[in-house]
């Protein structure tokens, strides 16, 4: 099976056969920070990061090796991926940055599609490690207590945490008997969302009330779609004859990334979370696919949210010496922070998804 998915992706499309698609994290609500995605341009995968509107695009991994499917940490400051350097697929975690890059898995099969809680405890991953098909397991952040959720039939992948930690969303089956599931965090309480077949990619919506996701149910080739996170009310937001894949919202709730090959090559896409026109944030020859939001938050527990309602906490405005702040600055202080803990007492985690192997 091949594990190289943009490859496997590109190589379907050209051939002319539909290839399965998927995605997962778990993010922190605030700011949208960078995108994080996967690229070929240097002749070899790797990740790479970019600010929201296309710029400052920039390696991350630099590695000869395949370097995919990245996902960031819920205070944004890690991000998860998967590679082969090794020898196989395994999980492994880096710093914003690209530095600190190290392994959190060894096993004798493929381990991969990582995804944070959104308390950032734990990461749940895709492995085929007691042979057959890909299974669904979770250990803690740092490696440890690796355990098997599911046990079927099929393939299980791409897992997403909910927003509020209840539920992991995952991806079963392959080609047109595919469907996208939900369960509870051990694994038990496995249901179907839906059923038209040949859908799969969810990702949750930061407030945790819809779910995004790929389907080729209405035309043959895959669009992005979204539902209520119950199943109901399943929507077309693209409508292109390319291959629309990969949705990922932005940890603010107001736009949703996706991959697309509506210019020959795989981009990445941005478009308001209603769907509408869509705008390319990537240029290249290359496959430039399989997106991810960056939040930005996490100041002394508190969570900042620059620019949010005008407001940014800073801590170079901080006052000194006896001096005081404004009222403006506390007003724009108070409202900040009063917008932040509205959006984590309402459990606006972010989560997000996968991709497939076909």
Request: no cysteine.
């Amino acid at each position: 099976m091949n594990r190289l998915m943009i490859a496997a992706a590109a190589l379907a499309l050209l051939a002319g056969v539909v290839a399965q698609a998927g995605p997962t994290r778990a993010a922190f609500p605030g700011a949208s920070g960078k995108l994080a995605f996967q690229s070929d341009r240097l002749g070899n995968y790797d990740i790479y990061a970019m600010n929201p509107d296309g710029s400052g695009q920039t390696n991350l991994t630099n590695n000869p090796a395949s370097d995919v499917v990245a996902a960031w940490s819920p205070d944004g400051a890690k991000v998860a991926f998967e590679s082969d350097r090794d020898g196989n697929f395994e999980v492994y975690v880096m710093n914003a940055d690209g530095s600190g890059q190290s392994r959190l898995t060894n096993s004798s099969g493929y381990d991969g599609e990582a995804n944070w809680s959104p308390d950032g405890s734990k990461i749940v991953f895709v492995s085929t490690r007691d042979g057959g098909f890909e299974e669904i397991y979770v250990m803690n952040a740092d490696g440890s207590s690796q355990t098997r959720l599911t046990n079927s039939t099929v393939s299980d992948l791409r897992p997403v945490w909910s927003p509020d930690g209840s539920k992991i969303l995952f991806h079963r089956g392959a080609g047109g008997g595919s469907g996208i599931y939900v369960m509870n965090p051990d694994g038990s309480g496995q249901t179907n969302l839906t059923t038209s077949g040949g859908d799969s990619d969810g990702d949750w919506s930061p407030d945790g009330s819809k779910i995004a996701f790929t389907s080729h149910r209405d035309a043959g080739n895959y669009d992005i779609y979204v539902m209520n996170a119950d199943g109901s009310s399943q929507t077309r937001l693209t409508n292109n004859p390319a291959f629309d894949a990969f949705p990922a919202w932005s940890p603010d709730g107001s736009k949703i990334a996706f991959a697309s090959t509506r210019t020959g090559d795989a981009e990445i896409y941005v478009m308001s979370a209603d769907g509408g026109v869509a705008t390319n944030l990537t240029n290249n020859p290359a496959f430039d696919d399989v997106p991810d939001w960056q939040p930005l938050v996490a100041v002394g527990g508190i969570a900042e949210l620059p620019d949010v309602a005008g407001a940014s906490a800073q801590e170079a405005g901080a006052p000194a010496g006896g001096s005081a702040w404004s009222p403006t600055s506390y007003a724009a202080l108070a409202a900040g922070l009063a917008t932040a803990l509205a959006a984590v007492t309402a459990g606006a985690w972010y989560a997000r998804r996968r991709w497939h192997k076909p």
